[in-house]
């Protein structure tokens, strides 16, 4: 089992920065990926950006890409989000997602944060 627990949200102006951190707990050795989602209110879940948990490759959405930056702190079991640039579309709940053990389907799911951009 993994558990997961998002902090860092939170309201910052249109061009502003946050960083989000996701602590990892449990048998995160076995999830190959680790990512961010995000909803926003009447849409659906979409993917933000992911990370390997072993290795160091990465992907982004193209709607983040240039902006955010994932990273992982191995030693603390950590995952991090650095959002710049921010736009009111980014607007929306921000969730860590790790796979299930030898697979790239997400299973473990944090609470989520919330993330609000003013215009």
């Not at 919330?114 to 215009?119: A, H, I, K, M």
Request: charged share 15%.
């Amino acid at each position: 089992q993994v558990q997961l627990v998002e902090s860092g949200g939170g309201l910052v102006q249109f061009g502003g920065s946050l960083r989000l951190s996701c602590a990892a707990s449990g048998r995160t050795f076995n999830s190959p990926s680790m990512g961010w989602f995000r909803q926003a209110p009447g849409k659906n879940r979409e993917f933000v950006a992911a990370i390997t948990w072993i290795g160091e490759g990465t992907n982004y959405a193209s709607s983040v890409k240039g902006r955010f930056t994932i990273s992982r702190d191995n030693a603390k079991n950590t995952l991090y989000l650095q959002m710049n640039s921010l736009l009111p579309e980014d607007t929306a709940v921000y969730y860590c997602a790790a796979s299930f053990p030898g697979s790239t389907t997400y299973g473990y799911w944090g609470q989520g944060t919330q993330v609000t951009v003013s215009s």
